[in-house]
């Protein structure tokens, strides 16, 4: 064999070998952390025994491992109930809580029990904190029904059996005290009932005091899906009053549709981005008929409608914090 042939070699089992090395920025386990026992290198704690979420502050949470691992904390108010999760995978952790929920109710001033699980292993780590203050919810807020139904809002209610269309206090209530109970067997039409959200009840205004950038609006509510009963269609109509007369007209200003089918059991948030919202007739999209611009600061009024199949019985569902954000859904 000639020199140049033993060069060719040698660069090419230089290769080889190089191949088979683990790669300084490959992030995945070796063979000998796969086999080995797991152990913590830093203990499961939080940066703060209380936190006062109103003011901003934020509570952080950090461990390390030897290993990779899948991990869990779940954060439970101990009057409230309410549950907060967060996981990932992982050889260590720097998780943040903002005082938002993953399970409601929301969390009040309370104590919470924090555990860390890990998948596969055992043990669990565990620790406490107080909130001093829960999260503020910050937007412009269409109803919580912390004070009833106001007023100025339009109700509609079918003459049915067993219709409830009143606000609740009880500890279903998953913010604040209130949520708006909305329930009825109706055999001949799909509404239940309904109401309208007047640009007037909110300091006599024409049109509601939203951005004019309809990618910068968030719709946000929470839903209560009721299990065993017929299933709800909660439809919002957001009508515009594009020339600002204090009325709209279905005939040649645009109303955006926001059908929610209510398939699930428990309290959900719903968010959507404005320009996302569709004009529906009957379900089907179909074209606006002002305009065709988002203008959320244009809306004047928003139905609320509560609908169910007339032929399946009884339906329920509850609503509370209809609220519009900025620039992001909605943390609760």
Sequence with gaps: MNMKNN????VLLTVLVSSCRKDEGFDGPSVSEIYSDFTFTE???A????VDFAAGQQAVFTAKFNKIVKWEISITGITSKAKKVISGESRSINATWNGSTTLYPMFGKEKCNVALSLKDITDTARTTIVVKQAKTVTGF????????LNPLWTKFIQTGANMDFK???????????NYLNMAGTVNWDYLIGLIDFNAKAYNNAVVLPLNANPDAVYFNCLIYGVPNTNSTIVLFQFKEDENAD????????????LEVKVDWEGWKLVSYKYSDITTLVNGAPAAAKGNKLHNADKIGKISMLHLANP?????????DMIIFTENKAVEL
């Design 7 to 10: 060069i060719v070699l040698i």
């Design 43 to 45: 203990n499961f704690k």
């Design 47 to 50: 940066n703060v025994d209380s």
């Design 141 to 148: 807020i269409i109803a919580d029904f912390e004070t009833g």
């Design 167 to 177: 606000v609740k206090t009880d500890a279903l209530a998953p913010q604040g005290k």
């Design 246 to 257: 204090g009325t709209f007209n279905a005939n040649n200003e645009d109303e955006y549709d």
């Design 311 to 319: 032929n399946n019985g009884f339906a329920s569902t509850k609503i």
